[in-house]
């Protein structure tokens, strides 16, 4: 993925911190993914510990980073790209419990262990490596929290250009609980239109119905010209009981106990 951290941050600065405004006079899709508030949408229902620790797995220009020190006693930001924590950085200078971290997980290395982990957007392939060293660095009632695609997703039939990393249902429940399923446990969240922009969140308790979403809000990165008509399409997949298949993206939250 393009890096536009440099960008961000001198149109940051030029509007003085003033991200509703920089949005409105630069409509760009990138642009609204790094900035917007919508993000926060994604676990903004989530219950914190008010007095837990957590480990962001990619910075992702700070679009969750300040949610999470507001409802956590400390953040780690951990990300590869110096440019991009810089950036988190400038965002955040006003947050006093964030600790940025230029590296990857695979080579994280830390005596603290996390009430929470998350991967909103950034676990990659090595899957199996990532979910391990993750499992390592959780506290034993610790959980993980992981949003992405679906690559079975009905945006992407339709054309909409693929995430380089994305996993199916079953994939994600293999990764998360073992072949045999007995890993832990997790629950399923279904972030429309997507886990970026979310709008509205489903649950395996709380499932979509024909009609629900016959009209739904389009993702911005659909494209001009569909293969097919998404609601109708998604009448159909909800009418005969597939919706979790074939949902665009995924939020999981796994802990080794029952309750997360």
């Not at 961000?8 to 509703?20: A, F, V």
């Not at 949408?41 to 797995?57: A, C, I, M, R």
């Not at 991009?84 to 080579?107: A, M, T």
């Amino acid at each position: 993925m393009n890096d536009i951290s440099p960008e961000l941050k001198k149109l940051y600065q030029n509007y003085s911190g003033d991200i509703k405004k920089l949005l409105q006079e630069n409509p760009r899709l990138d642009y609204l993914y790094a900035l917007s508030e919508i993000r926060e949408n994604l676990l903004d229902w989530f219950e914190f510990k008010p007095e837990g620790t957590l480990l962001q797995v990619g910075s992702d220009y700070g679009a969750l980073t300040g949610l999470y020190s507001r409802r956590v006693k400390e953040v780690t930001v951990l990300d590869p790209n110096q440019n991009n924590l810089s950036f988190n950085r400038l965002r955040h200078e006003k947050r006093n419990n964030i600790r940025y971290v230029n590296g990857d997980i695979h080579s994280f290395t830390s005596d603290q262990r996390f009430d929470y982990i998350v991967f909103a957007g950034s676990l990659c392939d090595p899957y199996k490596a990532a979910a391990e060293k993750a499992r390592e660095l959780l506290k034993p009632e610790g959980s993980m929290i992981a949003a992405i695609a679906n690559r079975l997703g009905l945006k992407y039939q339709a054309g909409a250009k693929k995430e380089q990393y994305s996993l199916s249902r079953a994939e994600l429940m293999e990764l998360l609980c073992g072949s045999r399923g007995d890993e832990g446990t997790v629950k399923f969240y279904y972030p429309m239109p997507d886990y970026r922009l979310p709008v509205t969140l489903y649950s395996d308790g709380y499932l979509p119905g024909k009609g629900d979403l016959t009209h739904a809000i389009l993702a911005y990165d659909y494209p001009k010209y569909l293969r097919f008509d998404l609601g109708k399409m998604f009448d159909e997949v909800c009418e005969g009981k597939q919706f979790e298949t074939f949902a665009n993206s995924f939020l999981t939250i796994w802990s080794r106990h029952e309750e997360n």
